[in-house]
């Protein structure tokens, strides 16, 4: 459950781990339904015959899907400002796909507080994630997240 704090208290949290998620299982229902919504049926996600002859010896996770959970990931345990009224996704600073998420595998999310900046009442956050992948030394990816901070009372 997100913890209740101050703008300050969130400035105090910078360069500090701020959260690392339950682990997360991805299996192959959910990889064919993320390829159907973006339309991405490459063999290695989508045809577990066809892929057990592939480097990889199995399906795997699209990248974009591991990229799309972390805001589940996150949500969990994401500080939850005073005042906040709602988050925005702002983008990414720099995304890495460092080692495939393999079918029946699970990953988590960790969470490292890199800046927060306060722009007209709002605070733009910057955040290092780190996915990971039960079993395995490597991540599935590491990524600096971007996200905008809405405080109620300068929502306009």
Not at 107 to 120: D, F, Q, Y
Not at 127 to 141: D, N, R, V
Request: charged residues 25%; neutral net charge.
């Amino acid at each position: 459950m997100p913890q209740k704090i101050t703008k300050k208290e969130l400035f105090d949290l910078i360069g500090q781990e701020i959260g690392c998620s339950d682990w997360f299982y991805i299996n192959q229902e959910r990889i064919n339904k993320f390829g159907d919504v973006t339309e991405d049926h490459q063999y290695i996600h989508t045809n577990p015959e066809k892929a057990k002859d592939s480097p990889f010896g199995g399906t795997i996770a699209h990248g974009m899907l591991t990229l799309s959970m972390i805001v589940h990931l996150c949500n969990k345990f994401a500080p939850d400002i005073d005042g906040l009224q709602m988050v925005i996704n702002y983008g990414f600073d720099k995304i890495r796909f460092v080692t495939p998420v393999k079918v029946e595998k699970s990953i988590r999310a960790r969470a490292l507080l890199l800046e927060a900046k306060e722009i007209r009442g709002n605070v733009l956050v910057k955040t290092k994630i780190t996915i990971e992948i039960e079993g395995e030394k490597k991540p599935a990816l590491v990524a600096e997240w971007l996200t905008m901070h809405v405080i109620a009372t300068t929502f306009v």
